[in-house]
C-alpha cells in the first residue's frame, strides 16, 4: 500500500451565471513515502486544483468526489472538509508566492510556532524552540525567527514557508510552483533544500509546476496533466526518452533546452474549455499525428511499459504491431 | 511557423557586434544610472551621508540592425534599468546611448518623443500592458495616432492588419474588434508586438517577452521576433533571466552581475565556454530537459548583493568560488580571456 492513493479525483467549480467547469476529470495517482513526484502542464491544466482537493482548500464554489486514502484512510469522505484533522499534521503545502503566504505583520518565528499550537504538537517556549530548529534545517538562523517577512529575501521567504509547512511534520509536501518567482540561483537553493528534506526526512513530495526541466531535475517520477486529466505518467527518464503520449514530446519540444540542438517548437492552438464536456480526445485538435478514432473515443490511460501509463490511442496501435 | 526557430546560429554574425563597418543600430558607452536612495528626517538631521543604488555601473555594447541579443542575469543585476535608460525613462547619470549615431542619452522629454518611434518595448506581461477596455484594433492604432501617423481612418487599418499579420495574428480582420480577455496569452503578447510593429521601429527592446506566457506558445513568440528581425532591418535586445532561451534564440549574450557586463560574447561561446566564475555557477544550475543529465549544481550561497554597497575590487569576489586576494583589490574591466575560441568573447575576472 502507497502512503498516498488518490483514485477517480473530480473536482468542478460553479461559477455564478456560467456553466459548471469541470477542472479534475478522474485523477488518480500514488505516492510512496520518500519519493519526489512531479505534476506537470501548462496552466489551466487542474494540477494546482488537485492540489488544493488533498489539502482540502478548494474555494467554496468547488466541489469534490473521488478517493484520497492516506495511509489506506480516505480523507475525502466526509468532503472535503474531513481534511482538515489530515492538514498540516499529515499533509502540508508550500504556495506559489511565499510573500502572499505568510503574514506580513508577524513574525516569522511566530508563523511558524503557530500550526504547532493548533494541532497540539507543541506550545510555547517548546513550539518557539522548534521553530528555531525547523529554520536551521532550511538554512536560515534560528535568531532571524524574531524577524517580519519583509526583512527577508524572496529566497528566505520560500525557506521560511517550507519551515512553516514542516512545523508538524507531515509525511507529504505539496509544493506548488516554488520556484517560478525565483532567480535561478536562489530556484538551485530551494530545489537543493527539497531534495535533502526528503532524502533526510522521509518525506513524500509532490512538485507541482510548468517547467519540465525543474520536474526532471527533482522527480523521479511524473504526471503530465491536459485538460483536467493525466495523459502521461512514468519515471522522468521515460517521459523525456520515450514518451508515449503526443503531448508530452510535444511539451518538451517546446521547451529551450542550454545545449539542446533540436528546433523549439511551439503546440499550435489552445487547451479546450472545461465547461463543455466534449467527446474523443481533448488534445486531438492540438495533435500532430490524430486518428480518426481520436475525434469520438475518449482514450483511457493504459499501461504502455511497466510503470509507464499513457492516454493515447496510439499506444494500442504499438500493441498490435 | 515551425522553420526556422531556435537553430544553430551561424558565426558570421558575431561581426556584427564587434567591427561593424557602417555605425552600430545602438551603441552604450560606459552607461552608468544610479538612484538615489530615499533618506528619512533622521538621517538628513544627522546629515548621514546621500547614498545611491548603483543600478547600472558602466555597461558599453554595441547591436547591430538584424541582430537580437540577450541580457542576462538575475533579478537587481540591472538588465531593466538598462533597457529602461536607452528607452528614455530613466535618465542615466553618464555614459552616452547612441541610436543610429545620435547620443540620446541626454536628451528631454520633447527632444525624445520624434526618436521614440525608431526604439520599442514589448512588456513582461501582456495581461497589464494592454488596456482591458480597448479593442485590438485601438490598441494597434493607437501608436499611430501619438506619433501622427497613418493619415486616414482607412489607411491606419490597414497597417494595422499589416502589422498584426506580421505578428501572427492571422487572418487580422478577425482579431480587429476583439477584446484583450477574449484572447490567449500569447495572442496578447502577439497584439503588443503589432502594437509596436505599426511605428516600424528600428529597435525593439523586448523585457521577458515570454516569461509570463505558457510553454507551448514560447517558442511561437521568440521564434516570431526570431523572424522579425531577420527579415527587416531591426535590432532586439532581450532581457532574459533564462538563459537556456537565450542560448537558443540570441546571437549574443552578456552575462551581467550588480551593474556590469561581467561576460559577453557569441551565444555559443557564452554558453559552451564559458569563462566568468559567475557565468559558469549561473549556466550550472540551469536545470536541463533529460534527466540523466543531472550535473551536481555549482550553488552559489546567498543572493546578489545589495548596489548600494557595491563590494570594491571585483564586485563578484565575496560569492565567488575562486577568488584570490587580490580580487579584492582589483577591479577587473573586460578583456578577452586566454581561453576564449572567439575574438568577440569578452570576460571581466583577473584570473583568466
Not at chain 1, 12 to 21: G, I, K, L, Q, R
Not at chain 1, 135 to 147: D, K, Y
Not at chain 1, 296 to 304: A, G, I, N, Q, T
Amino acid at each position: 500500500m502507497s502512503l498516498l492513493e488518490v483514485s477517480g479525483l473530480h473536482v468542478w467549480f460553479d461559477p455564478p451565471s456560467a456553466a459548471e467547469v469541470h477542472a479534475v476529470q478522474g485523477v488518480s495517482f500514488a505516492l510512496d513515502a520518500g519519493e519526489r513526484f512531479g505534476l506537470v502542464g501548462e496552466s489551466g491544466c487542474g494540477k494546482t486544483t488537485t492540489i488544493l482537493a488533498l489539502m482540502g482548500l478548494l474555494p467554496p464554489n468547488a466541489s469534490a468526489a473521488g478517493e484520497v486514502l492516506l495511509d489506506g484512510q480516505n480523507i475525502l469522505a466526509g468532503g472535503e472538509e474531513s481534511v482538515q484533522a489530515y492538514r498540516w499534521k499529515d499533509i502540508a503545502m508550500v504556495f506559489q508566492g511565499a510573500m502572499n503566504a505568510l503574514n506580513p505583520v508577524k513574525k516569522i518565528g511566530w508563523q511558524i510556532a503557530e500550526p504547532m499550537a493548533y494541532h497540539g504538537v507543541a506550545q510555547g517556549a517548546a513550539a518557539r524552540q522548534r521553530a528555531g530548529e525547523l529554520l536551521e534545517m532550511v538554512g536560515i538562523p534560528a535568531a532571524a525567527g524574531e524577524r517580519y517577512p519583509h526583512e527577508f529575501s524572496g529566497g528566505m521567504r520560500q525557506r521560511a514557508a517550507i519551515a512553516m509547512a514542516l512545523a508538524c511534520e507531515p509525511k507529504i509536501l505539496l509544493a506548488d510552483e516554488p520556484t517560478t518567482a525565483l532567480d535561478v540561483m536562489v530556484q538551485a537553493q530551494i530545489l537543493e533544500l527539497l531534495t535533502r528534506l526528503c532524502a533526510e526526512l522521509g518525506l513524500a513530495l509532490i512538485l507541482v509546476t510548468h517547467d519540465l526541466p525543474v520536474v526532471a531535475q527533482v522527480c523521479e517520477r511524473a504526471a503530465v496533466m491536459y485538460a483536467g486529466e493525466i495523459v502521461e505518467t512514468g519515471s522522468t527518464d521515460a517521459l523525456y526518452h520515450t514518451p508515449r503520449h503526443p503531448y508530452t514530446r510535444l511539451l518538451f519540444a517546446a521547451t529551450p533546452d542550454l545545449y539542446g540542438q533540436d528546433a523549439v517548437i511551439s503546440i499550435p492552438g489552445a487547451p479546450p474549455r472545461l465547461d463543455v464536456a466534449g467527446a474523443g480526445c481533448p488534445f486531438r485538435p492540438r495533435c500532430d499525428v490524430p486518428l480518426p478514432r481520436c475525434v469520438d473515443e475518449h482514450p483511457e490511460l493504459r499501461l504502455v511499459e511497466p510503470a509507464h501509463q499513457a492516454a493515447c490511442h496510439r499506444n494500442e496501435l504499438v500493441g498490435a504491431s | 511557423m515551425s522553420e526556422n526557430q531556435g537553430q544553430a546560429r551561424p558565426a558570421a554574425t558575431e561581426v556584427a557586434g564587434t567591427t561593424a563597418p557602417q555605425t552600430p543600430l545602438l551603441e552604450v558607452a560606459d552607461l552608468a544610472t544610479y538612484y538615489p536612495v530615499r533618506r528619512g528626517l533622521t538621517e538628513r538631521l544627522t546629515r548621514a551621508p546621500k547614498l545611491e543604488v548603483h543600478a547600472v555601473d558602466g555597461v558599453s555594447f554595441r547591436l547591430a540592425r538584424g541582430e537580437m541579443m540577450a541580457l542576462v542575469g538575475e533579478s537587481g543585476c540591472g538588465k531593466t534599468t538598462t533597457a529602461q535608460t536607452i528607452l528614455g525613462m530613466v535618465k542615466a547619470t553618464s555614459g552616452a546611448i547612441r541610436l543610429n549615431g545620435t547620443d540620446i542619452a541626454q536628451l528631454d522629454e520633447r527632444q525624445m518623443r520624434p526618436l521614440r518611434r525608431t526604439l520599442q518595448m514589448i512588456y513582461q506581461d501582456p495581461y497589464e500592458s494592454l488596456d482591458p477596455r480597448f479593442r485590438v484594433r485601438e490598441s494597434v492604432e493607437e501608436p499611430m495616432l501619438v506619433h501622427g501617423i497613418g493619415g486616414s481612418r482607412a489607411q491606419r487599418e490597414q497597417l494595422a492588419v499589416e502589422a498584426l499579420e506580421r505578428a501572427g495574428l492571422s487572418p487580422a480582420r478577425l482579431f480587429l474588434d476583439r477584446f484583450p480577455h477574449e484572447l490567449s496569452g500569447g495572442q496578447r503578447q502577439r497584439v503588443a508586438i503589432a502594437a509596436a510593429l505599426v511605428l516600424d521601429p528600428d529597435l525593439l527592446l523586448a523585457d521577458e517577452p515570454v516569461s509570463m506566457l505558457d510553454v507551448s506558445v514560447r517558442a511561437g513568440v521568440l521564434s516570431l521576433l526570431d523572424t522579425l528581425r531577420r527579415n527587416g532591418d531591426m535590432g532586439i535586445l532581450m532581457i532574459t533571466h533564462d538563459l537556456s532561451t537565450a542560448a537558443r534564440f540570441a546571437d549574443r549574450i552578456a552575462v551581467m552581475y550588480l551593474g556590469r557586463i561581467v561576460e559577453h560574447g557569441p551565444a555559443s561561446d557564452v554558453v559552451r565556454n564559458p569563462q566568468h566564475p559567475y557565468t559558469k555557477a549561473l549556466l550550472s544550475v540551469v536545470p536541463k530537459r533529460d534527466p540523466r543529465e543531472r550535473a551536481t549544481p555549482q550553488i552559489l550561497s546567498g543572493e546578489t548583493p545589495n548596489p548600494v554597497n557595491v563590494p570594491a575590487g571585483c564586485r563578484f569576489h565575496p560569492r565567488c568560488p575562486v577568488a584570490e586576494e587580490r580580487c579584492k583589490l582589483e577591479d577587473p574591466q573586460l578583456r578577452l580571456p586566454a581561453g576564449a575560441t572567439s575574438p568577440a568573447h569578452q570576460a571581466a575576472c583577473l584570473l583568466i
